[in-house]
């Protein structure tokens, strides 16, 4: 299976428009980011473990290189990506950490002398886990702590020469397969443990952190945690791809489960002809909703994707996007919930057919179930959201103390909230103005709950922030996937107003009015709780 | 991995507790039910596969001869499945009837001059399928429209011959493997084709319809649709053990995923060593409610187990036990899907690590997510659980015409309902009282709600009843697993009073609790709809 996959990423990463992808990407072509979202999407689609394996070349270490090192770089490292030359590999996650990257115990050593760093798995823990590619791969781009006499300066990445041309691991370096996982059987996934590895001075990316040759330390970004995230922002279109992926593989899905309940029969009316499944009731109403996420998510994804390269095109960093990060980690967790459970879905509306490999939705299903946790845990990704929006929000404040930062949170928006409440009337439910306005008053309110109760435990009761935080983790998530719920559904909205041909339009108009209602019925006990509307309206929500 | 399985098979099935089993089942030894659902959970927890394999040849091959053959069948059949002279496998699904058993197309014609049948599948659509040990089974219990004079009886089931003892096919059956499924690799699923293959008249099980040596046919229940019931009423056992079988996976996974949050740690407040991640909000919100369903399954699944024990023992047939075949169809479908959701939150919460096949949870994935389909579709079995609940209780109002019956069911219950609706106090959100109350609130008000609207579908708007029932099929739905819920948290409840131990008691109670409010909190709004408690009782429910 690896080796099946070896030969089509091979063969794929030749393909002019996979080539075109790496010139841009190193270009940084207008619109390069969008064009190889879709060429992602595509080539999940065809084959999910290649699809991935490219990814991590691609967007990993390609996009490692791209947003961490200097045009140098990029001219050494990334463009000959497109001869094939080699291909590399993205090391971050370690045994002990994995979502708390800060965290990480792999060491990066100046020897000055040398001018060379020395990068060194101290223990265990320390060691380089999931790697993909790292059974094949030649070079790695290696989160490490930069050692500079003796204290961190923080996690840095650096490129280490993992095997030469023949396939042969260079001195100090080991890997061990990790074996057989759940799904991407053709992703080769392991350990990477270094000992005493030395690679020159210039292998450290050196964006946001370089080391000069006497030894002295220079970033563009004195603070030690936000330049942490700078670095960490060189995720975000990788991530954004694995949105783009999860939407192939639930396209697929949808469309191999809705035909086939189109074919197959079962139960009728007596002594007449079977009715085809989808005429079931509760096929459709399990179907249904997932097309018109699916929908849903083309358009949002499409526009985080569109945003991207207008900020890259720009020459802006992406941490300095805050709203767009948000973004981009919220729908990389949403995306992939939706997809677990579409083809879980699609999988049980399938039958027995649906558990059959052969019919690729079980498949899909294995292939896809990582991406909740690779690229960032999704529980996580919902907090960097919250974040994010609250960093983005602070910093028309900055320097002034948190405390006046939480409470002018906490009471603005209170005007604002009164003018929509009471905006509400039974008749407009199916309306889209009425649902928009719902999933926004939703994201408002428990903004400023959470505001509010942040401030009166950290302020008031004098909690530490990581325990007030955490005691807040479910509201925290709900925030985070209410502000997805809302950009999804206003994105879907806009694009339905602009599609040009009228009979696509009424169709997708339908599709988006769906969408809102499952968005607004999947909560419509919070907004019951909230009185914003009555049990009737709800129950007529229902039967919408 | 099949030839392990195979021997894994052997091995389990020559052990002392299998064999005794067997032999119980034959002599229907007081609470042999009982005994062998434990012995399959067990078995299921220590491997998925060979769990399934036993089942088909104990439950599914050895159960349709116990419970649709004579005393004679039993001796012939049953017994020597304890020596392992040969082995069983059940065949009712076919190509284009899996749901929707009494439109198979199999035949079974009489030849009155050999005394034979004359087993035959007359198109593709009527092959067996999905065949479990169709690729290394000696015997197949088959069913097939009996066919006398050219007039079919029906689905009845036949003992077909398929291999000798050296594993070679008898003349007439062809075998087709099925290959590749996204779980359970140890289970050989198959096709199975007959062309005229003759068996002697004696093979027919012919407990609920036999025929005389002169082609006569006979059976103790006259009407046909009954004796169709009464057959696949023989399923009730095996659908049961599937129960046991999704609890011990539940309960392997969640005790995986609890002990790793214990022992891994991830972010923490600053300069302190990192938390536990159980300690986490959401990673205890995610898995504590599952546990606490575990345990309320276990109560309740083993409350069916002796029903059924004492129905069998009493000699009653299972199928006048409606009450008894709702409650075992619906924990089917209940069971499975949280199962389902459970491994999955497991899976989820275990991160990269849970992706690993090594830890078994995305085996187990695998492995039961066909759970939902085999032994009955789990939306058919919660169709199934409301007929019988209507069968149930239209029993007492026999030969009466449909519109009666309907009229009545409608208007009953209006009494029992004010009672309890108004008895509701803010104060008692948290006891076991309220929430017993609620849930029961909730089935009665589902199903006086359905039965007015299928009698005005079909009598004031003269529907036909297929179309009536399908165009309900969201609310029967949520009626079938309202009243496995209701039945659920009541057993628990009886479970933690009768509890000898005080301190397992007082463990047991919050996790009543706990699953009572999961009940409660998750259809909020429906209650919260009907106006049964107020949106500040809602909240507190949220909060606890």
């Given at each position: 299976m690896r080796t099946l996959t070896l030969q089509r990423v091979r063969f794929t990463m030749g393909l002019p428009p996979l080539k075109r992808a790496i010139q841009e990407q190193a270009e940084?072509?207008?619109?390069?980011v969008s064009r190889s979202l879709v060429v992602g999407e595509v080539l999940s689609v065809a084959d999910m473990a290649t699809g991935v394996k490219c990814g991590i070349i691609y967007w990993l270490f390609g996009g490692a290189v791209r947003n961490l090192g200097s045009p140098a770089h990029v001219t050494k490292w990334l463009q000959p990506l497109q001869e094939q030359k080699y291909t590399g590999m993205f090391a971050m996650t370690e045994r002990a950490h994995g979502s708390n990257v800060r965290g990480i115990q792999t060491e990066a050593t100046f020897d000055l002398s040398a001018q060379e760093f020395v990068i060194?798995?101290?223990?265990?823990?320390?060691?380089?886990?999931?790697?993909?590619?790292?059974?094949?791969?030649?070079?790695?781009?290696?989160?490490?702590?930069?050692?500079?006499?003796?204290?961190?300066?923080?996690?840095?990445?650096?490129?280490?020469?993992?095997?030469?041309?023949?396939?042969?691991?260079?001195?100090?370096?080991?890997?061990?397969?990790?074996?057989?996982?759940?799904?991407?059987?053709?992703?080769?996934?392991?350990?990477?443990?270094?000992?005493?590895?030395?690679?020159?001075r210039e292998n450290l990316l050196d964006k946001f952190g370089s080391v000069a040759p006497d030894g002295q330390y220079h970033s563009p970004i004195e603070d030690r945690g936000a330049r942490f995230n700078a670095m960490l922002a060189a995720l975000t279109p990788s991530r954004l791809a694995v949105t783009f992926q999860a939407m192939g593989s639930m396209k697929l899905g949808l469309t191999i489960a809705i035909r086939y309940s189109h074919?197959?029969?079962?139960?009728?009316?007596?002594?007449?002809?079977?009715?085809?499944?989808?005429?079931?009731?509760?096929?459709?109403?399990?179907?249904?909703?997932?097309?018109?996420?699916?929908?849903?998510?083309?358009?949002?994804?499409?526009?985080?994707?569109?945003?991207?390269?207008?900020?890259?095109?720009?020459?802006?960093?992406?941490?300095?996007?805050?709203?767009?990060?948000?973004?981009?980690?919220?729908l990389k967790a949403y995306s992939t919930w939706e997809n677990v459970s579409c083809l879980q879905d699609c999988r049980e509306c399938t039958g027995g057919m649906g558990y059959?490999?052969?019919?690729?939705?079980?498949?899909?299903?294995?292939?896809?179930?990582?991406?909740?946790?690779?690229?960032?845990?999704?529980?996580?990704?919902?907090?960097?959201?919250?974040?994010?929006?609250?960093?983005?929000?602070?910093?028309?404040?900055?320097?002034?103390?948190?405390?006046?930062?939480?409470r002018n949170w906490a009471e603005s928006g209170g005007d604002k909230l009164r003018t929509s409440v009471l905006a509400f009337n039974v008749d407009t439910v199916g309306s889209l103005a009425f649902l928009l306005k719902a999933v926004n008053f939703r994201e408002r309110v428990l903004q400023r709950g959470l505001v509010a109760r942040i401030y009166y435990k950290v302020m008031t009761k004098k909690e530490d922030f990581f325990s007030a935080w955490n005691s807040c983790l479910h509201h925290i998530t709900c925030l985070s996937l209410a502000h997805i719920h809302r950009v999804t559904l206003e994105q879907f909205f806009l694009a339905v107003n602009s599609c040009p041909d009228p009979a696509d339009r009424a169709l997708l108009q339908k599709f988006c009015l769906l969408y809102g209602t499952k968005l607004v019925f999947q909560e419509r006990a919070w907004y019951l709780e909230h009185k914003y509307f009555t049990p009737t309206a709800s129950m007529r929500i229902r039967s919408q």
């Amino acid at each position: 299976m690896r080796t099946l996959t070896l030969q089509r990423v091979r063969f794929t990463m030749g393909l002019p428009p996979l080539k075109r992808a790496i010139q841009e990407q190193a270009e940084k072509t207008k619109n390069f980011v969008s064009r190889s979202l879709v060429v992602g999407e595509v080539l999940s689609v065809a084959d999910m473990a290649t699809g991935v394996k490219c990814g991590i070349i691609y967007w990993l270490f390609g996009g490692a290189v791209r947003n961490l090192g200097s045009p140098a770089h990029v001219t050494k490292w990334l463009q000959p990506l497109q001869e094939q030359k080699y291909t590399g590999m993205f090391a971050m996650t370690e045994r002990a950490h994995g979502s708390n990257v800060r965290g990480i115990q792999t060491e990066a050593t100046f020897d000055l002398s040398a001018q060379e760093f020395v990068i060194d798995t101290p223990c265990e823990n320390a060691e380089k886990m999931y790697i993909g590619n790292s059974m094949y791969g030649n070079y790695a781009a290696v989160f490490a702590q930069l050692i500079l006499n003796g204290t961190s300066q923080g996690p840095h990445c650096f490129i280490v020469p993992i095997r030469d041309e023949n396939g042969n691991l260079y001195p100090g370096v080991t890997a061990i397969d990790m074996m057989h996982k759940e799904g991407l059987h053709g992703v080769d996934n392991g350990i990477l443990r270094f000992d005493k590895v030395r690679i020159p001075r210039e292998n450290l990316l050196d964006k946001f952190g370089s080391v000069a040759p006497d030894g002295q330390y220079h970033s563009p970004i004195e603070d030690r945690g936000a330049r942490f995230n700078a670095m960490l922002a060189a995720l975000t279109p990788s991530r954004l791809a694995v949105t783009f992926q999860a939407m192939g593989s639930m396209k697929l899905g949808l469309t191999i489960a809705i035909r086939y309940s189109h074919s197959r029969r079962q139960f009728g009316p007596k002594a007449m002809e079977e009715v085809k499944i989808i005429e079931h009731q509760t096929q459709t109403l399990r179907l249904m909703p997932h097309l018109a996420t699916a929908l849903a998510l083309t358009f949002v994804s499409r526009y985080a994707g569109v945003l991207l390269d207008e900020d890259i095109f720009c020459g802006k960093e992406l941490v300095n996007s805050r709203s767009l990060q948000a973004l981009v980690a919220g729908l990389k967790a949403y995306s992939t919930w939706e997809n677990v459970s579409c083809l879980q879905d699609c999988r049980e509306c399938t039958g027995g057919m649906g558990y059959m490999m052969e019919n690729r939705i079980s498949g899909l299903k294995c292939d896809t179930d990582v991406f909740v946790t690779f690229e960032g845990d999704n529980v996580v990704m919902l907090q960097v959201v919250v974040r994010e929006l609250l960093a983005q929000y602070t910093r028309q404040y900055e320097k002034r103390p948190l405390s006046s930062l939480l409470r002018n949170w906490a009471e603005s928006g209170g005007d604002k909230l009164r003018t929509s409440v009471l905006a509400f009337n039974v008749d407009t439910v199916g309306s889209l103005a009425f649902l928009l306005k719902a999933v926004n008053f939703r994201e408002r309110v428990l903004q400023r709950g959470l505001v509010a109760r942040i401030y009166y435990k950290v302020m008031t009761k004098k909690e530490d922030f990581f325990s007030a935080w955490n005691s807040c983790l479910h509201h925290i998530t709900c925030l985070s996937l209410a502000h997805i719920h809302r950009v999804t559904l206003e994105q879907f909205f806009l694009a339905v107003n602009s599609c040009p041909d009228p009979a696509d339009r009424a169709l997708l108009q339908k599709f988006c009015l769906l969408y809102g209602t499952k968005l607004v019925f999947q909560e419509r006990a919070w907004y019951l709780e909230h009185k914003y509307f009555t049990p009737t309206a709800s129950m007529r929500i229902r039967s919408q």
